[in-house]
T-cell receptor, first 108, second 113 residues
């Protein structure tokens, strides 16, 4: 079993829909990243959080340390949100451990 | 500030050759981490350098090595290339040693024939 599990693996939505991507982890962590990867490979860090909730534009990330669970929400989704979203955790040491990613496709 | 840069962006090698990839972190960042991304394994941690010292290493064979220079630029080297080394190699930098936002470079796509 992977230390970081994401669901769903693939998600197709219509423009304007509310989207949720989930991340569960089995190890103790000090912080969690949500990353976005567009075709071509470039990765952008969307959020890093260790408690509570963060919001940036149409993106909201929440984390529940006790339940070892985090969610990434996208409100009013748009085709330009189509990308792979990756959850990564800072566990022991100084390394990031990654989930397998969620491929999101938003259709116009 | 300029972002993380990686060179070259694309590389084609044959089995048995060796390759060196370069990463220049964001100015002022002293930590550089390297990752391998493949369709089958996803993103995997290779190693991290901070102030010219390797601080952490992932589960990769000794053919994978790296170093960091005094200006924080980093190189990784893969010797005796295998077909399975074909991947996107990403480096990321952050300011300090602890949990901090990582800034990723565009990656080097290595193809081994």
């Amino acid at each position: 079993k992977n230390e970081v599990e994401q669901s769903p693996q693939n998600l197709t939505a219509q423009e304007g829909e509310f989207i949720t991507i989930n991340c569960s982890y089995s190890v103790g962590i000090s912080a969690l990243h949500w990353l976005q990867q567009h075709p071509g490979g470039g990765i952008v860090s969307l959020f890093m959080l260790s408690s509570g909730k963060k919001k940036h534009g149409r993106l909201i990330a929440t984390i529940n340390i006790q339940e070892k669970h985090s969610s990434l929400h996208i409100t009013a989704s748009h085709p330009r949100d189509s990308a792979v979203y990756i959850c990564a955790v800072w566990a022991s040491g100084s390394r990031l451990t990654f989930g397998e990613g969620t491929q999101l496709t938003v259709n116009p | 500030k300029a972002g993380v840069t990686q060179t070259p962006r694309y590389l084609i090698k044959t089995r048995g050759q060796q390759v060196t990839l370069s990463c220049s972190p964001i100015s002022g960042h002293r930590s550089v981490s390297w990752y391998q991304q493949t369709p089958g394994q996803g993103l995997q941690f290779l190693f991290e350098y901070f102030s010219e010292t390797q601080r952490n290493k992932g589960n990769f064979p000794g053919r994978f090595s790296g170093r960091q220079f005094s200006n924080s630029r980093s190189e990784m080297n893969v010797s005796t290339l295998e077909l399975g080394d074909s991947a996107l190699y990403l480096c990321a930098s952050r300011a300090g040693q602890g949990e901090d936002t990582q800034y990723f470079g565009p990656g080097t796509r290595l193809t081994v024939l």
